[in-house]
């Protein structure tokens, strides 16, 4: 663990506990950062946040604004949470913000104080745009307190964190919708019927206007790019840097985004050939899992989705890969204990890919168990005490393509097994 991550869990509830009471105080107590941040596009849904916001971010400093973000959580150091004006913030910053709030002696847990942090540095540095990454939900999380943001926007919904949002899809749509603010359009991404007659419900109750994918614009891979049509253009873009069929959809949330920012088209296309977002099939050639990946001509790549939705995004760019360049395929996955693992297997049961199941440090479910969920999936699985044992028994079993998948904690520790592969 990093030192601002001990610091932050030796001094801060660790509980996760969805209210904006605690966080209105603090920021009170601060000043109120959070009304002094630059425009901000404020960012929430169940998969794809991440994506979007890179991409968001790309396509603006790429049309040269100068850009903080929030992002959460972090893979390997905490800084990768917060960029301040184009770079993570350093140890020395952060550390005297998180001073200036402790000092206040207002209870707090680690993602409201790590919020407030965020806003404060974001406040007292110059920038063109913030963008920000709700945590979880939306009507009560943290970053919620922002009242008057430029664009809301909201990725695609589905089920995932059911013991804070509940099994109800209608009820995690209202949780996201909930950063919806009056007069802030809304763009959102193409969502279940049953998820935009919340969404647009919500939107009415609070009279923001909305531009939907699907509707009003859309995007798709076509010619080995990526097209984008609204009411008004059709753009003929290069594809996204970030790869399978799922990051076209964020992608062209991003650049709906990016046109309502009055953005030009060369950025929004520069944007997406430079994007990086680590851990979202993220191809490793470096560090001790990729030199030994290297070693056997295998191809290693890295994700972090862990509901079923995500599951059905790896299944579809794993799928289109073989169907390019088939290769025996394996899995290492490693799972929350709290995640839907059954649903995440029954995306990628008809993968044909070999499973070898770990644990991670954290609530991680037990190798025994998860194989057994993937067993239970049709898929051949075997327990292992490591993801050097799994990687290895994968190379040796003929694997040339290995995917290892199931957790954003489980990316962070192989990513963060050698200093070449941390996010930068």
Known sequence: ????????????????????????????????????????????????????????????????????????????RFNERIRVAGRLIGDDALNGILDRIEALDVEATVFESTTAAAFVAMSETPADLAV????????????????????????????????????????????????????????????????????????????????????????????????????????????????????????????????????????IAEGLRAVRWPARLQRVTAGPYGAAARAADAELWLDGGHNPHAGRALAEALAERQARAPRPLALIVGMLANKDAGGFFEALKDSGAAVFTVRFDGAAAEPDALAAVARGHGLGATPCGSVEEALDRALRLGAGRVAICGSLYLAGEVLGAARETWPD
């Not at 605690?22 to 998969?47: E, F, I, K, S, Y």
């Not at 609070?206 to 891979?221: E, K, N, S």
């Open 132 to 267: 920000v990454e709700v945590g979880l939900g939306g009507v009560l999380d943290a970053s919620n307190v922002i009242e008057r943001p430029l664009l809301s926007v909201i990725t695609p919904v589905d089920l995932d964190h059911a013991e804070f949002l509940g099994a109800s899809l209608r009820g995690v749509a209202a949780e996201k919708a909930g950063i919806l603010k009056p007069g802030a359009r809304g763009l959102i991404a193409r969502q279940s019927e049953e998820a935009m007659a919340v969404i647009e419900k919500a939107a009415q109750a609070v009279h923001a206007p909305l531009t939907v994918m699907g509707v009003d614009f859309d995007a798709w891979a076509e010619r080995g790019g990526m097209a984008f049509q609204d009411q008004e253009r059709f753009l003929d873009l290069p594809a996204p840097a970030l790869a399978g069929p799922h990051q076209i959809a964020n992608a062209g949330l991003a650049v709906a985004v990016a046109l309502e920012l009055d953005l030009p088209e060369s950025a």
């Open 1 to 76: 663990m990093d030192p601002i991550s001990e610091r932050l869990r030796a001094r801060h509830p660790q509980r996760i506990d969805l209210s904006l009471d605690r966080m209105r105080t603090l920021c009170a107590a601060l000043g109120d950062p959070q009304r002094r941040l630059p425009p901000v596009v404020h960012v929430a849904g169940t998969n794809g946040k991440g994506s979007t916001v890179a991409f968001i971010r790309a396509i603006a400093e790429a049309a040269g604004l100068t850009v903080h973000a929030y992002t959460s959580p972090h893979l390997v």
